[in-house]
């Protein structure tokens, strides 16, 4: 089955302790993304990758880290976890970074985070 | 820059009611443009999108049309039911962003 998968959905942690979050996509996909749902504002967009080793940043990069070593993982890591980086975090990808022309955005079921 | 606007929620309609989720968005050139939902506890799944202006896109009896002279993507559906009781998002796709950009979501509960 076609999917994004993220690990672990649930996850309360201390603030400075340092954890990562894991995405993987079973469909080659290329573009990969970091999302992170907080009431009021949508989805903002954290960082993103075009493929192997290549990231950048997104809209609300501050405090987050990301690798791209193999085409189907994608983590997100929290050096130094802080209170304000509680939050509902979605995994994304798609076979190329277009979407014009029928390319779907797969979004992975979320990890939601708590910093005490 | 390039934002989307959604109607405040939460919606509360009654079992066969008409839905209307009004969306307009703010965009520098052509996005695509694309309704979301998301059900407790799940991720997001694409409902149906527009790529070009005067576009339809339907899936599931929601509808939406691009209109470009209003800058608007509202949803509709002719009867809802209660499993259509979920968080509905708008969003734009600009080639030049990398990424989507959403609006805040609408919250709709359908009672029987």
């Known amino acids: 089955e076609a999917q994004v998968t993220q690990n672990p959905r649930y996850l309360i942690t201390v603030t400075g302790k340092k954890l990562t979050v894991t995405c993987s996509q079973n469909?080659?996909?290329?573009?990969m993304s970091w999302y992170r749902q907080d009431p009021g504002l949508g989805l903002r967009q954290i960082y993103y990758?075009?493929?192997?080793?290549?990231?950048d940043k997104g809209d609300v990069p501050e405090g987050y880290k990301v690798s791209r070593k193999e085409k189907r993982n994608f983590p997100l890591i929290l050096e130094s976890p802080s209170p304000n980086q509680t939050s509902l975090y979605f995994c994304?990808?798609?076979?190329?970074?277009?979407?014009?022309?029928?390319?779907?955005?797969?979004f992975g079921p979320g990890t939601r985070l708590t910093v005490l | 820059g390039n934002s989307v606007t959604q109607m405040e929620g939460p919606v509360t309609l009654s079992e066969e009611a008409f839905l209307t989720i009004n969306c307009t968005y703010t965009?520098?050139?052509?996005?695509?443009l694309f309704w979301y939902v998301q059900y407790p506890g799940e991720g997001l799944q694409l409902l149906l999108k527009?790529?070009?202006?005067?576009d339809k896109g339907s899936n599931k009896g929601f509808e939406a049309t691009y209109r470009k002279e209003t800058t608007s993507f509202h949803l509709e559906k002719g009867s809802v039911q209660v499993s259509d009781s979920a968080v509905y998002f708008c969003?734009?796709?600009?080639?030049?962003?990398?990424?989507?950009?959403f609006g805040s979501g609408t919250r709709l509960l359908v009672r029987p």
């Open positions: 994304a990808s798609s076979l190329s970074p277009g979407l014009r022309v029928g390319n779907e955005q797969f």
């Open positions: 469909m080659n996909h290329e573009y």
């Open positions: 990758s075009m493929n192997v080793e290549v990231t």
């Open positions: 965009a520098t050139g052509y996005p695509s």
């Open positions: 527009a790529t070009k202006a005067d």
């Open positions: 969003a734009l796709w600009m080639d030049s962003s990398y990424k989507l950009i």
